[in-house]
T-cell receptor, first 112, second 117 residues
Framework: NAGVTQTPKFQVLKTGQSMTLQCAQD?????MSWYRQDPGMGLRLIHY???????DQGEVPNGYNVSRSTTEDFPLRLLSAAPSQTSVYFC???????????FGQGTRLTVV | QQQVKQSPQSLIVQKGGISIINCAYE??????FPWYQQFPGKGPALLIA?????SEKKEGRFTISFNKSAKQFSLHIMDSQPGDSATYFC????????????????FGQGTILTVHP
């Protein structure tokens, strides 16, 4: 009963490096999203997808790319890491919009 | 601009007491209001949710109260237990497919709840 799986759990990047945060769900959910969590700011939506091949921007999309080629996977790409992207990143999925969101365990990213 | 404001930032309650967390929103298009609970090192998990056709929803020891005219909603935890110690987030989104807030959860800043035994 995996649910939403995120990898890696921890990552340290140097400024300017790129990387991909992986997210996979096994619940056949249509809706997937990425959030970043920063102290005192709650969770902020980065990008979301309502189905394979369909993505859109959230509240804080700059510096991040996403794609959704399959229902199961929704990777988040950091194009050129900056210290301001140091955060905890959460992937979530739900059956449809405005239904219960299931979150992964998070990826703690540090950019130095 | 923080569209959902949550208070207090932290809350300490004795075992058996009532924990109250408040949220206020600005966007009148919001009509779905979930609360999420997060334990350290874990992702948030849905606790309870309400839609504005009711003013109150209760699930066990957890109750959401909703005041549409004031654009406020709150979480009450009755008979608080040490196991309730966690961070709580309120959130809001719109179910109107034609709106810009459709399906996009906007979270409050979070409240760290500590329940002392």
């Amino acid at each position: 009963n995996a649910g939403v799986t995120q990898t890696p759990k921890f990552q340290v990047l140097k400024t300017g490096q790129s990387m991909t945060l992986q997210c996979a769900q096994d619940m056949n959910h249509e809706y997937m999203s990425w959030y970043r969590q920063d102290p005192g700011m709650g969770l902020r939506l980065i990008h979301y997808s309502v189905g394979a091949g369909i993505t859109d921007q959230g509240e804080v999309p700059n510096g991040y790319n996403v794609s959704r080629s399959t229902t199961e996977d929704f990777p988040l790409r950091l194009l050129s890491a900056a210290p301001s992207q140091t955060s905890v990143y959460f992937c979530a999925s739900s059956k449809r919009m405005n239904t219960e969101a299931f979150f992964g365990q998070g990826t703690r990213l540090t950019v130095v | 601009q923080q569209q959902v404001k949550q208070s207090p930032q932290s809350l300490i309650v004795q075992k058996g007491g009532i924990s109250i967390i408040n949220c206020a929103y600005e966007n009148t298009a919001f009509d779905y209001f979930p609360w999420y609970q997060q334990f350290p090192g874990k992702g948030p998990a849905l606790l309870i949710a309400i839609r504005p056709d009711v003013s109150e929803k209760k699930e066990g020891r957890f109750t959401i109260s909703f005041n549409k005219s004031a654009k406020q909603f709150s979480l009450h935890i009755m008979d608080s237990q040490p196991g309730d110690s966690a961070t709580y987030f309120c959130a809001a989104s719109s179910t109107n497919a034609g709106g810009t807030s459709y399906g996009k959860l906007t979270f409050g800043q979070g409240t760290i709840l500590t329940v002392h035994p």
